[in-house]
């Protein structure tokens, strides 16, 4: 199987917002990277990010600063592309974080409420492990 070079250019760059985990490749992404014809080391970072959940988001994390974005930030990325990207990222962002239990305004920071953030976060990240789209998320944290 053959596939364009924008193709895979486009699959990698959306996957390099996931954070970097484990760097052993197994057989399958080899073998994918190997017939799109993909350098191996970047190819091999976009498919094991989106095999992996996301790590817990823990209160601390709202009042550190770190070179390392926290998982609540990959989870905020994720969500603004999932909801589509752009103005409509942002409103699916805002619905699902008001889903999962965030009942402040958006200029009040996470940090104000560590707590709450850090519980609104981790039913998102239990909800995205499964991999659904923008309405399957909805439907899960409404019943969640």
């Known amino acids: 199987m053959v596939l364009g070079e924008g193709f895979v250019s486009l699959f ?8 970097k985990r484990n760097a052993k ?3 399958e992404e080899n ?5 799109v014809g993909a350098s191996s080391h970047s190819f091999s970072i976009c498919l094991s990010e989106l095999m992996m ?3 817990e988001v823990f209160p601390t994390h709202f009042n550190t600063l770190s070179r390392n974005p926290f998982p609540h930030v990959l989870i905020e990325q994720a969500l603004l592309q ?3 990207g752009g103005i409509e990222g942002s409103k699916f962002a805002k619905q699902t974080l008001t889903a999962a239990g965030w009942r402040h305004a ?4 996470y940090g104000k409420y560590p707590e709450e953030a850090a519980t609104a ?3 998102i990240r239990l909800v995205l492990a499964d991999d659904p789209n923008a309405e ?4 899960r944290l409404a019943v969640a």
Do not use: R
Request: aromatic content about 10%.
């Open 121 to 123: 976060f981790n039913k």
């Open 12 to 19: 990698v760059s959306e996957c390099l917002l996931f954070h």
């Open 82 to 84: 999932l909801g589509g």
């Open 31 to 35: 073998e994918l990277a190997d017939a």
């Open 106 to 109: 958006s200029v009040v920071s």
């Open 136 to 139: 399957q998320l909805m439907q």
């Open 25 to 27: 490749k197994t057989k």
């Open 53 to 55: 959940p996301f790590d």
